[in-house]
């Protein structure tokens, strides 16, 4: 593919290292192409019904928990306490 359009874009010198950082051997051009063209709906699509999926069991996972012995609610709870910190560090 030939490529002959060109954009400018002004930047903090901060701005640029971290730029280059990110890019690494690629180079700026092709990372903010590959950054900024890559929004595939339907990835996304399935990550939100996977983590629905997932949110759906945990749900099930604490409802069936009031069930069991007491023992067995304090360590069901805190492993669901130890999945919930996890998630919360990913973003969307």
């Not at 192409?33 to 890559?38: A, I, T, V, Y």
């Not at 996977?50 to 749900?59: C, D, G, H, I, Y």
């Not at 069930?67 to 304090?74: C, E, I, L, T, Y």
Request: net charge positive; no cysteine.
């Amino acid at each position: 593919m030939n490529r002959t359009q060109t954009i400018q874009i002004r930047l903090t010198p901060d701005e640029l290292r971290r730029l280059k950082s990110l890019a690494r051997r690629g180079g700026v051009s092709s990372y903010l192409r590959k950054s900024g063209l890559k929004n595939d709906y339907r990835k996304d699509l399935s990550v939100i019904a996977a983590l629905a999926r997932v949110r759906n069991l945990l749900v099930q996972i604490a409802q069936n928990s009031s069930r069991r012995p007491v023992m067995d609610q304090v360590l069901i709870v805190s492993q669901l306490v130890t999945v919930e910190r996890t998630l919360t560090k990913f973003t969307i």
